[in-house]
């Protein structure tokens, strides 16, 4: 993992927040983004794309976020990734499950476009500060 944050794999089942998203992500924040509406388009997609961070939206139907970071996380090269969640299931016990599973983040909805890649971009360098030596 580099310290540069430039592409996110982005898994969110709702095409109208998808869009939304993406544009912001792109536009606001000059990320590369591949999106993905689930969890099994996720896996395809990963199969040719090496993102620096993986956004994923907690209740995707079929596999939800947290099953769909597991199996991207036993491809050897997402292994390592860093994830964050979005999701609007914020209590004190859904936050320690997301934890445990491997977030990195969570950002919490109603999505905020605006505020979006600011968002990303600050988790990632808490993400990240919290890596280097002290």
């Known amino acids: 993992m580099s310290g540069e944050l430039s ?3 982005y898994v969110e089942d709702d095409p109208h927040l998808r869009g939304v998203a993406k544009m912001a992500l792109e536009v606001m ?3 590369t983004v591949r999106e993905c509406a689930s969890g099994q388009t996720a896996l395809l ?3 040719d794309f090496q993102p620096d961070l993986i956004l994923l939206d907690v209740q995707a139907p079929g596999s939800g976020g947290v ?3 597991a199996q991207l996380r036993s491809l050897p ?3 390592r990734i860093p994830a964050m969640f979005v999701t609007g299931r914020v209590s004190g016990a859904d936050m320690a499950l997301y934890v445990a599973a491997g977030a990195a983040g969570i950002i919490a909805k ?3 476009p605006l505020r979006l890649a600011g968002q990303v971009r600050r988790l990632w360098d808490e993400q990240i500060a ?3 030596p002290v």
Do not use: D, K, Q, V
Request: glycine share 4%; aromatic share 4%.
């Open 110 to 112: 109603p999505l905020e």
């Open 130 to 132: 919290n890596l280097l």
């Open 67 to 69: 099953a769909t970071l």
């Open 29 to 31: 924040g000059r990320f």
């Open 7 to 9: 592409s996110i794999l």
């Open 77 to 79: 090269h997402l292994c």
């Open 45 to 47: 997609a990963a199969a």
